[in-house]
């Protein structure tokens, strides 16, 4: 079985996507046969740390792989077409207009020499045939509607001329502009302070129930996902470890990554500095080198609970009950 429902209206339904880098090191197996899948409307948090291939998987989703990587095996149903045989002629038209992203850094995301009303206003012409008017226009809208003051006054500026939050607003009123079906959050709130972290966060909370869009948010942390996500999926090493409801996977997580996780998630009953202050849980050892992965379970070297077999092979993403799946042989 595969960590995806069965039905038939999924919007985005990803399965046995397979992403090597060729680089002159080796081969990095960066994604190794994940699937996944989203209804319309639907969150799903991609969880995991640094290096666990989930924002190489959602750079799959738009074709924008970077050099020296390539999908090499999988399918990407997106509103019932394969995107993996389409051209970049045809990827164009869905890149903006059906799925839109918000960067992890808005300063490297949004072009230097160019005002933002060039921008933003670009995309319009482009995919909607608005002439420059109607784009300001439309353009000045969605600035307000993300809570940026004088929005007409803002289409001249220039990102440079912007805070890091105001830059990251910029970025999603850029995402939303053509009403996509889905919306990839790639760390959206990595570079900024908590305070400005908690208010795109709680604004791309409410634009997704207010355009009625599905979001892919990729993060790190838990903790970023347990007010947003409807399922979250946890990723190590290329694969796939747990995928469940995110009411299943803070309260019966049965993987132990998932686990490993959740305890170094900051809890606001313990104190962390001063007299008797408690240490920062963090999850063991390293995430391992993707050219010469592990044998057997790629997180047995880490895992707390394993076993001789662990490391003899792969264990396969199976349900332990009703849209629950797990990939470990203690499950």
Not at 106 to 128: C, D, R, T, V
Not at 217 to 230: I, K, R
């Amino acid at each position: 079985m595969t960590a995806t429902t069965t039905q038939t209206d999924l919007l985005l339904h990803v399965t046995g996507l397979q992403i090597h880098f060729f680089t002159g090191a080796g081969i990095v197996k960066a994604v190794d046969r994940v699937d996944f899948g989203l209804k319309p409307g639907e969150t799903l948090g991609l969880v995991g740390e640094s290096g666990s291939g989930k924002t190489i998987s959602s750079l799959a989703l738009l074709k924008l792989i970077p050099r020296p990587g390539k999908i090499l095996a999988g399918r990407i149903i997106f509103e019932n077409e394969d995107l993996i045989p389409k051209k970049e002629s045809e990827m164009i038209k869905v890149r903006g207009k059906k799925i839109a992203m918000v960067f992890q850094n808005p300063a490297f995301s949004l072009n230097p020499i160019y005002s933002i009303g060039e921008q933003l206003g670009e995309i319009l012409m482009w995919h909607e045939k608005l002439n420059k008017k109607e784009a300001n226009e439309k353009t000045a809208e969605f600035l307000n509607l993300v809570g940026i003051t004088d929005p007409v006054g803002r289409l001249k500026q220039f990102p440079h001329e912007l805070s890091g939050g105001m830059k990251q607003r910029v970025c999603i009123a850029r995402a939303l502009l053509c009403n996509p079906s889905l919306v990839l959050a790639d760390e959206p709130t990595t570079n900024l302070d908590v305070t400005i972290q908690a208010q795109i966060l709680e604004l791309l909370s409410s634009l997704k129930k207010r355009f009625n869009m599905a979001m892919i948010l990729v993060t790190h942390d838990l903790g970023v996902v347990a007010n947003m996500a409807d399922r979250i999926t946890v990723m190590y090493a290329g694969r796939i470890c747990e995928s469940a409801t995110a009411k299943i996977i803070f309260e019966n997580p049965a993987h132990p990554y998932t686990m490993a996780l959740l305890q170094t998630i900051p809890r606001v009953d313990k104190s962390y500095t001063g007299l008797g202050a408690k240490r920062l849980t963090v999850v063991p050892g390293r995430i391992p080198n993707l050219i010469h992965p592990p044998s057997g379970c790629r997180f047995h070297p880490r895992c707390s609970e394993a076993e001789k077999g662990c490391s003899q092979a792969i264990p396969d993403l199976k349900a332990i009950e009703d849209g629950h799946f797990v990939s470990c042989w203690r499950r």
